[in-house]
């Protein structure tokens, strides 16, 4: 069934989504936003993402609305297109080929069939100004149209979509660039530019960095380096022009809006405060602070509803226009520098790493969604340029999930290294984490790694964490009783330090059973009994720093694998205490599977990766993925999956119990599949529009509970299956229901009892088909479409299509049949009002 | 959206002994009140029925005390030279003393002159007590013999000489009339049954036995002596249970509490160490001000009376809860304001409004919040110092926000002294000292340039210097010993090989922390 597929290598974890300002519906209930090369439309309500309309092949660059029709998005991209979208649908519509790459679109309400945008001058990627331009749009009945009409109407103009700006009924148009105010009257053919001059006096640094067009008065506002936000009125007269400075934003302004009817504006930047200034005056403002991260683009509905901020951190928050956050639309936080690495929460299987400043984030890879965020350092955090912020560098749980170690650090100057140990309890109630236990300086230098000891909840072991320190020692904590009169409590105190000539620990691990630890002193290996904490023996063969060191698994668990940074790759025996075998790789990333002994090593050659899947007792490789990527692997993970995945070849079994994701330096988030494209893309997205449109009914409530089920139980039996529409998967008589005109049904006390009988299990089946005849000709035509169906016809149902197909009829439990007796009894009145 | 995070105040965990159900009991008791006695007091006895009134042996007289009187009640003082050891007997109603020129007497309690008087021992009596049958007497004496007198006849009905030292100490058995033991300087304690001419049991000491004691149910025996304590099992024909090596001077007394969970020991070296019974684990200790002879608790732990050598007599009374209890309840409003319109059930067409709940910040937080760093700072430098964490927590904040100068800044003489003040007292504060050096590494920096101008600040800033030179130095000799230890250390892990990949530093620390408990 299953050829031989390649494995291919793909992009996870979603998006930038503050790449493009953000629209809204034109009923503000969809909000849509530019993330990577779709669009993404997001209830405002859920939060949840409804469709994503994918059709560009480069980054989307700008979205607006239809002026004409609010049902219809255009976007454009770097691809050089613009597409018009039906996005209650996710329908594209048409595209129009320009030809150039596009950096931002405009739309006018009056302006019909042309639109503006900014391409690069002389069509260069190197070139660094830009133009404004409009375009005609040919009205061609034709899906994909030629629109090269270009126009040019303002010359060397900044890229970012923010710079540009048209105003009052689309009179005028101003754009901003370095010193300069541009404005370009339409109806005069006019430019008008006031230049700024680079300082003032007070040391103020005038560069523009956004500008925004007041929708009624003739009014620009425009936002400058040094937060300050300027008013320019008059501007129609050269000299004779006027400006009223807003001064609040200590930092550079970010982006402007006004409100619809231009009564407010609103500015954002580095402070994360965003900032309503009623009336244009200085002294009526109003303020939402702590948003979390740097204000990048501020939009407002037509409505005048709601207000949406898009941050960097990956967030867009939905504002109500008083000013409260009403949703935040949260995607994975890819800030800078992911010092945790890839971490497995035991309990959820969510990818823990770092998110927003100070905070771990738990992320959900199936969803693709953040499922919270735990702040760790649990301070104020100032938005400020240059600030040496407090700063999480390493985290690990222990097997059970029950425990969590985290190490943050802030360091000022090379000798002040404030560094700071938590431990978190899981505390079952609250289905959060608990801070138990705070150590101060666990070590004097760089806490270079943390492990937790595997222990079984069987076992009656203390747990145990082990740190190792840039300070030449490794110190093991262990949770500690030290209740007193007052309060009973638990706390980690250190038990053991260790050190082995004093040489920095590089990185420490248990083996599998918890009764060794591996340490890593610069270039020597030790290892160590965990019960007694006596030096069993050390290894240092090949000499070379130790990068990275991880005990194997299951059948392998005699073998101890290391890699260093002259590029070996080493397996230790530990019963014979020798070296096993080694092979020169430039190993960046060792990574044991959990659930088998599988080990995947990321080797780094000239600017290129590659995986290789081992087994430590054999030195060959069976798994080799060259390219993997161009950039440098930073971290990897295993996650197991929750149901084994049949993978066809025998080369990739390796996947079919846990699933690898990889970081790469440039923060992508990549992982590995046999699939196709097509196969990957789950219909949920799909289903959740469909399920929004849907009214909660009691009929509503039935179907979807019993859809539910099935959809359920066939994850469970062909947890390999290929997802097919559901709607195929309904009973007929369901379908009949459905799908028959309602002018056309017989009266509802006739259907009541197909569709109830419908909803039978397979015993009384019998006695219903007897009765209704009709069921089983719809069965029969069921069987032709699709392979698998409901219970109604299983039993008269050839069994013997296939064996495969034997397996999947769905069995119904004791209590799904009580419950259905339990439909059965209500009361079904109700039918009689559709 | 987030709310405003109130700065973080490192707590410290508190150093020194854990808060146990002991350390507050044995921590329940009132300041102590010293009585001036004319000699070292070697015997306190607390009479077993109420009022309990106690017995002081001091030099040569016998003072009878009442609870809270601070003067004696009554004053026994027929001896010509030391008296010794004065026992109540189990009614109350007869004391016993024995004298330095050998002589035992009996006592009314209500009387002056002795009702009875044994004579035989050549040398001091050192020891006496009552056997349980109430009419015989025993004692102990320096001329190594043990006697047991019969009160009525006034004659002595048996004697032993079985010890080769000195008798300084002995108790009887409550269970048994004729049972009773005696400690000696010649190491051994031994038990002696009146009925039979020898003694029934010997256990060997280890050191000139200074007290004894059985416990009430007979079965185990304490023994003090030296630096150490021991339990013996008497049933089991005196096996060493457990040895205690928890004085570092010679132990002479010891004591039972009135539950009998715990023992208590008094030493030489001005400690009272109180034993749980169970664990044998030194559970609280008392620290006295001179070396501690005699120790004696009254029934229900009510008194701990403590005689010392240079004749004070410490006495310290029980708190009691009720005296808290008695203090006037403030007015609260009724109990209906609270839940008034609580407890409405909101209809369906009812439009919600819900308040947020405002979370109360603390001073300095509001005005760091509002970013006002030099406000923030004297807010926390004016809370009188109580609370040096929250001031230094402040100080970590401001800089972290890179705000300290600023808030260290333009200040002019008495705002800057009392951050001088705060300096000088804290600086040297392991737990502060990184914060600390800093700030005033950058107060030297802002004002270096106004030095000179104003005495105060002057002053202080020499205090300043003087105190952290002093400090280096201390520093520096902490080192030099660390050094000292370490090299012992290292000569010990020589002589055990096994031990080699034991921790220095862990070792230290643990010396150290005996060194301190003791």
């Known amino acids: 069934m299953v050829v031989q597929e390649p494995l291919r290598v793909v992009r996870c974890g979603g998006s930038k989504l503050s790449g493009a300002r953000a629209a809204f519906s034109a009923d503000a209930k969809y909000l849509l936003c530019a993330s990577g090369d779709y669009v993404k439309v997001y209830s405002t309500v859920t939060e949840e993402c409804v469709h994503v309309l994918q059709g560009h092949s480069n980054l989307v660059t700008g979205i607006q609305l239809n002026p004409q029709n609010h049902m219809q998005l255009y976007s454009c991209s770097l691809d050089g297109t613009i597409k018009l979208w039906d996005f209650t649908d996710g329908i594209l519509i048409k595209t129009f080929v320009v030809g150039y790459k596009l950096y931002a679109f405009y739309m006018l309400a009056d302006s019909e069939g042309s639109v503006f945008v900014i391409i690069p001058r002389k069509n260069e990627d190197a070139s660094d100004s830009f133009q404004l331009a409009s375009v005609k749009l040919p009205k061609t009945p034709d899906q994909e149209v030629e629109a090269k009409d270009l126009s040019l109407i303002l010359d060397d103009i900044g890229q970012s979509p923010k710079c540009t700006a048209f105003g009052r009924e689309g009179e005028y148009v101003a754009s901003v660039r370095g010193l300069h105010l541009l404005v370009y009257f339409f109806k005069k053919k006019k430019i008008n530019r006031f230049p700024l001059s680079a300082t003032s006096r007070k040391g103020a640094n005038n560069y523009f960095t956004c500008v925004a067009c007041h929708p009624k008065e003739d009014c620009i506002a425009s936002g400058h380096k040094d937060g300050k936000i300027r008013l320019w009125r008059n501007f129609n007269h050269k000299r004779e022009y006027t400006f009223s400075t807003l001064h609040w934003h200590h930092d550079q302004v970010m982006d402007l809006a006004f409100s619809v009817e231009g009564n407010s504006l609103l500015s954002g930047g580095v402070e994360s405060v965003l900032v309503q200034w009623r009336d244009g005056s200085d002294c009526k403002k109003e303020f939402l602070p702590r948003l979390g991260s740097t204000i990048e683009h501020i939009s407002a509905s037509l409505d005048g509803s709601f207000y949406c901020t898009s941050h960097s951190e990956n967030k867009i928050t939905i504002i109500h226009s008083n000013l409260r956050v009403s949703a935040v639309i949260q995607g994975l936080v890819k800030g800078s520098d992911v010092k945790t690495g890839l971490v497995v929460d035991p309990r959820t299987k969510a990818l823990v790493l770092n998110g927003k400043p100070g905070h771990v984030q738990f992320y959900c890879l199936k969803t693709d969604k953040q499922l919270y965020n735990l702040d760790i350092v649990q301070q104020e955090y100032i938005h400020q340029v240059g600030l040496n912020q407090v700063e999480l560098v390493k985290a690990a749980f222990s097997t059970r999930g029950s425990w969590l170690a985290t190490v943050e650090q802030r360091e000022e100057k090379e000798t002040e290294l404030e560094l700071q140990m938590k431990l978190w309890n899981y505390d079952e109630q609250t289905q959060s984490f608990t801070l138990n236990t705070r150590i101060n300086m666990p070590h004097e230098g760089h806490v270079t790694a943390l492990c937790f000891r595997d222990t079984d909840e069987l076992e009656d072991r203390t747990p145990t964490l082990v740190t190792a320190g840039k300070d030449g020692r490794f110190k093991v904590w262990v949770l500690e009783n030290d209740s007193d009169a007052e309060k009973p409590s638990m706390g980690w105190s250190c038990d053991f330090v260790g050190s082995y000539h004093n040489y920095p620990a590089n990185t420490c691990c248990f083996s599998e059973d918890g009764s060794l630890l591996a340490v890593s002193f610069e270039r020597t290996v030790t290892v160590w009994d965990s019960d007694t904490w006596d030096l069993k023996c050390t290894f240092c063969h090949p000499p070379g720093k130790i990068r990275n060191l991880c005990f194997g698994r299951l059948s392998c668990s005699k073998y101890l694998l290391g890699t260093t940074d002259n590029g070996f790759l080493c397996c230790w025996n530990l019963l014979s205490c020798a070296l096993e075998w080694s092979a020169q790789l430039n190993i960046m990333v060792l990574q044991p599977d959990p659930l088998s002994e599988n080990i995947a090593a990321f080797s780094r050659l000239v600017d290129s990766s590659d995986l290789f899947i081992f087994k430590p007792n054999e030195p060959r490789p069976f798994c080799i993925q060259r390219n993997l990527c161009r950039e440098r692997v930073q971290w990897a993970v295993f996650i197991p999956r929750d149901v084994p995945e049949s993978v066809g070849s025998e080369k990739h079994q390796w996947l079919s119990r846990s699933q690898l994701y990889v970081l790469t330096e440039t923060q992508d988030l990549l992982t590995f599949s046999t699939k196709s494209a097509e196969e990957r893309l789950t219909p949920s997205s799909k289903q959740l529009a469909v399920e929004e449109s849907l009214l909660v009914t009691p009929f509503y409530l039935l179907l979807g509970k019993h859809r539910h089920q099935q959809k359920s139980k066939e994850n469970a039996t062909l947890g390999t299956a290929v997802f097919q529409s559901h709607v195929t998967q309904d009973s007929p008589a369901i379908k009949e229901l459905l799908h028959t005109p309602a002018h056309v049904l017989p009266s509802a006390s006739f259907l009541c009892s197909i569709f109830i009988n419908s909803m039978l299990i397979s015993k009384e089946n019998k006695s219903a088909e007897e009765v209704v005849d009709e069921v089983e000709m719809d069965s029969e035509k069921a069987e032709d479409e699709s392979d698998e169906d409901v219970e109604l016809n299983e039993v008269e149902q050839d069994i013997n299509t296939t064996a495969f197909l034997g397996e999947i009829t769905p069995k119904l439990s004791k209590s799904q049949e009580k419950e259905l007796r339990k439909i059965r009894r209500m009361d079904y009145s109700w039918i009689a009002a559709l | ?518």
Request: overall charge positive; aromatic content about 10%.
């Open chain 2, 1 to 518: 959206m987030a709310s405003y995070k109130p700065v973080v105040v490192q707590s410290f965990p508190k150093l020194g002994e854990k808060i146990t159900q002991d350390t507050l009991y044995w921590k329940n008791y009132k300041t102590p009140v010293q009585i001036k006695e004319f000699g070292a007091v070697n015997k306190i006895d607390f009479s077993p029925v109420p009022p309990y009134n106690y017995a002081v042996t001091a030099s040569s007289r016998i003072h009878i005390y009442g609870r809270y009187s601070q003067e004696p009640i009554k004053t026994f003082s027929r001896f010509k030279d030391a008296a010794y050891c004065a026992t109540y007997r189990d009614d109350g109603k007869l004391l016993v003393a024995g004298s330095e020129e050998g002589v035992v007497r009996l006592f009314d309690i209500t009387g002056r002159a002795a009702l009875r008087q044994f004579d035989g021992h050549t040398k001091a009596v050192h020891v006496v007590d009552f056997l349980s049958d109430k009419y015989r007497v025993v004692s102990g004496a320096d001329d190594y013999t043990s006697k047991v007198w019969d009160i009525p006849s006034a004659t002595a009905v048996v004697s032993y000489s079985e010890h080769t030292d000195y008798v300084r100490c002995g108790c009887i058995s409550k269970l048994n009339a004729d049972l009773f033991v005696t400690g000696s300087y010649d190491h051994t304690v031994k038990v002696f049954d009146a009925r039979r001419e020898k003694s029934v049991m010997t256990v060997e000491h280890g050191q000139p036995v200074e007290s004894v004691l059985l416990f009430p149910s007979g079965g185990l025996l304490v023994s003090a002596g030296g630096r150490y304590v021991k339990v013996w099992d008497i049933l089991r024909g005196g096996q060493l249970l457990v040895s205690l090596k928890n004085h570092h001077k010679t132990v002479t007394c010891l004591c039972l509490s009135s539950s009998g969970q715990r023992l208590l020991s008094g030493s030489l070296d001005r400690h009272v160490k109180i034993y749980s019974t169970t664990s044998y684990k030194v559970v609280h200790s008392f620290n006295y001000a001179a070396s501690i002879l005699s120790l004696a608790l009254a029934p229900e732990d009510e008194t701990i009376v403590v005689g010392m050598t240079n004749g004070v007599l410490n006495v310290r009374h029980r708190k009691h809860e009720e005296s808290k209890e008695r203090l006037p309840k403030k007015k609260r409003p009724a109990y209906r304001t609270f839940v008034k319109g609580r407890n409405y059930m909101p209809k369906q067409e009812d439009f919600f409004v819900s308040k947020p709940v405002r979370s109360h910040l603390k001073k300095y937080d509001k005005l760091l919040k509002s970013f006002q760093v030099s406000k923030a700072l004297d807010t926390v430098l004016q809370a009188r110092n109580k609370t040096p964490e929250i001031t230094v927590a402040v100080m970590q904040e401001l800089n972290r926000r890179g705000t300290l100068k600023n808030a260290l800044a333009g200040r002019d003489e008495t705002q800057l002294s009392v951050l001088m003040s705060f300096l000088i007292r804290y600086v040297v504060e392991p737990r502060f000292a990184p914060m600390l050096i800093k700030v005033a590494e950058m107060i030297i920096d802002i004002y270096l340039p106004v030095v000179g101008q104003s005495a105060v600040i002057d002053k202080q800033f020499l205090k300043l210097q003087e105190i952290i030179e002093k400090e280096i130095d201390y520093q520096t000799e902490l080192l030099e010993v660390l050094g000292m230890m370490d090299a012992l250390f290292a000569t010990m892990t020589m002589k055990k090989a096994t031990s080699l990949e034991k921790n220095k530093t862990n070792g230290i620390l643990r010396v150290l922390e005996q060194d301190t408990s003791n």
